[in-house]
């Protein structure tokens, strides 16, 4: 029966049902998915536990019924009566009689080991079998990587888009609680765009969150922000920016538009920090997609090494991988031999051929 059984484990899916007894039985550590089909390694590593496990499943299932109450006849043997079927079975054995009572016991208790000790095999051969081959083990290692590119993503752009709105949020707050009897106007426009800033924040949040608890896949997610939505940036940015952008630079690559948008979030976060609430951008397209933004330092006198220090954190640490991602460079500093303390951002994005 052993090759009918192999060629069934072939045919039939029978690895869920194996591993469920292979844990039960035997108490072995296999997965319960090992990848997303059937492939001819799997069926053949299926089939064969199957006919391993049935074959010395039987074999011992026949060895026990036959062993055990052989064993026990002839160690009752001195109390039994010689006549009947025992006398007829055992006639011309004639040390039975002593020996039986020393044998069954020694004999039952080897046995006994060699069950545990085939179990214990039996145990190792199934992980092997039953576990993941070379190539879903190298599958896996790879949907484990890029999810964790995928988490990273999520937390880059977590980092920009939210990041940036509270920034906003904080030093309108900061400004509205200064002018707030002088300048009611003024107070009530700041209210409003810390009001749009933080429901846009909780917006993209809420969408990240949903993603990382896996209640849906990206598709269900509003589409990132690209450059075509420059201009509501620059307007909630809390910002004063003087921008120069070329009009061709909104018929770019979806990915890499994304990526130029997260970069300009990014560095007017910055100026919004660091500076004194102007900047000046200039976004071009000659070959590349050239990204320029300026901005005035508001502290006196040089950069000093923790205004330094401050600006290397994760968010210049993100604009610079951005860059690198996308094939270009990314530079960030004081600019030297301006009478201004100036604070330039300046990337250099290869823009892919035929777009």
């Known amino acids: 029966m052993l090759p009918l059984v192999l060629a069934t484990g072939l045919v039939l899916p029978v690895a869920p049902a194996s591993k469920v007894l292979a844990r039960s039985l035997l108490g072995a550590t296999v997965p319960s998915e090992t990848g997303t089909g059937r492939s001819r390694d799997r069926r053949w590593r299926d089939a064969v536990w ?201 018929n770019l690559p979806a990915h890499l538009s994304r990526e130029a948008y997260r970069i300009v979030q990014e560095g007017l976060t910055n100026a919004l920090r660091y500076g004194d609430g102007t900047a000046h951008l200039v976004v071009s397209r000659n070959g590349t997609l050239h990204i320029e933004l300026t901005n005035p330092i508001a502290v006196s006198g040089p950069v000093t090494d923790r205004d330094s220090r401050d600006r290397t954190g994760y968010g210049r640490t993100g604009l610079a991988e951005r860059a690198t991602i996308l094939g270009g460079r990314l530079t960030a500093g004081p600019v030297v031999g301006e009478s201004d303390h100036l604070w330039r951002v300046t990337a250099e994005l290869p823009i892919p051929s035929g777009s």
Do not use: C
């Not at 026990?72 to 109390?79: A, C, F, H, Q, Y």
């Open 50 to 250: 199957l006919t391993i496990h049935l074959g010395v499943g039987g074999l011992l299932s026949g060895v026990t019924l036959a062993l055990v109450p052989f064993l026990v006849m002839i160690g009752l043997l001195p109390i039994l009566p010689e006549r009947g079927m025992t006398a007829d079975v055992l006639s011309g054995v004639g040390w039975q009689d002593w020996w039986g009572p020393i044998v069954a016991p020694l004999t039952l208790a080897a046995f006994i080991y060699l069950i545990a000790g085939v179990g214990v095999l039996m145990r190792t051969v199934a992980e092997r079998l039953l576990g993941p081959t070379a190539a879903e083990r190298l599958d896996a290692a790879r949907r484990h990587s890029r999810r964790l590119a995928e988490r990273n993503q999520l937390a880059r752009e977590l980092h920009d888009s939210v990041g940036h709105s509270l920034s906003v949020v904080t030093i309108q707050a900061d400004a509205a609680a200064r002018v707030l009897t002088s300048d009611p106007d003024f107070a009530s426009r700041a209210l409003s765009s810390i009001s749009e800033s933080a429901r846009r924040a909780l917006e993209e949040l809420d969408q990240v969150l949903k993603v990382l608890r896996e209640e849906g896949d990206a598709g269900d997610t509003r589409p990132a922000p690209t450059l075509s939505g420059l201009p509501e940036l620059l307007a909630d940015s809390g910002v004063v920016v003087t921008a120069d952008i070329d009009p061709v630079t909104e």
